[in-house]
């Protein structure tokens, strides 16, 4: 069935490293896959998309990174902030009955420690 | 734009009360999605439309669920009788399909409380 896992469930590091979190998923089909950020009491906002046309995307200190072959895609920040501290969600579109929605992983909690 | 407007931002209610949550997606926006969030299953999509007309409702968790879509601004979803373990995080999230831009808008979210 349609599932998208995400690993590591927590992630915690000191600022200045870099963090990667990691996706797999299992729909063949899937082509589009974007990154979400969560801070506390808000809604989930994207920050970043890759297409399954490319296989790597970057934008200043985020990145990612997507193996079609093996239905994995990352998700890198470096130089990490107190601010990048969120929970961060995968997520990838499958299609389903003639339309398009995304399943999202469920979540890394990531620290960055001053 | 002032994006996805969700109302109530907090909710308290006893249980076998009726709650009633509601969306304003953006703009011109085709498709709306209501999701619930919770500690032990992360975000679970609930119901979504596409032009105000339900397409998939196989995430609502029990016929005391029901959601609508009255027209282009606006949607509901209704708990009726409420139970604690509706407590969650409830969002509302919206996108254009027409731009290929397949990535959603999520609101602020409503968080339930089911005494």
């Known amino acids: 069935g349609e599932n998208v896992e995400q690993h590591p469930s927590t992630l915690s590091v000191q600022e200045g490293d870099s963090a990667v979190i990691k996706c797999t998923y299992s729909d063949s089909a899937s082509n589009y896959f974007p990154w979400y950020k969560q801070e506390l009491g808000k809604g989930p906002q994207l920050i970043i998309d890759?297409?399954?046309?490319?296989g790597e995307k970057k934008d200043q200190r985020i990145a990612v990174t997507l193996n079609k072959t093996a239905k994995h895609f990352s998700l890198h920040i470096t130089e990490t902030q107190p601010e990048d501290s969120a929970v961060y969600f995968c997520?990838?579109?499958?299609?389903?009955?003639?339309?398009?929605?995304?399943?999202f992983g469920a979540g890394t909690r990531l620290a960055v420690h001053p | 734009d002032a994006g996805v407007i969700q109302s109530p931002r907090h909710e308290v209610t006893e249980m076998g009360q009726e709650v009633t949550l509601r969306c304003k997606p953006i703009s011109g926006h085709d498709y709306l999605f209501w999701y619930r969030q919770t500690m032990m299953r992360g975000l679970e999509l609930l119901i979504y439309?596409?032009?105000?007309?339900?397409?998939?409702d196989s995430g609502m968790p029990e016929d005391r669920f029901s959601a609508k879509m009255p027209n282009a601004s606006f949607s509901t979803l209704k708990i009726q009788p409420s139970e604690p373990r509706d407590s969650a995080v409830y969002f509302c999230?919206?996108?254009?399909?027409?731009?290929?831009?397949?990535?959603?808008?999520f609101g602020s979210g409503t968080r339930l409380t089911v005494v």
């Open positions: 439309f596409n032009n105000n007309v339900p397409i998939d």
């Open positions: 997520a990838a579109r499958v299609y389903s009955g003639g339309y398009n929605k995304l399943i």
């Open positions: 999230a919206s996108s254009l399909r027409q731009t290929g831009n397949y990535g959603y808008t």
């Open positions: 890759i297409r399954s046309n490319v």
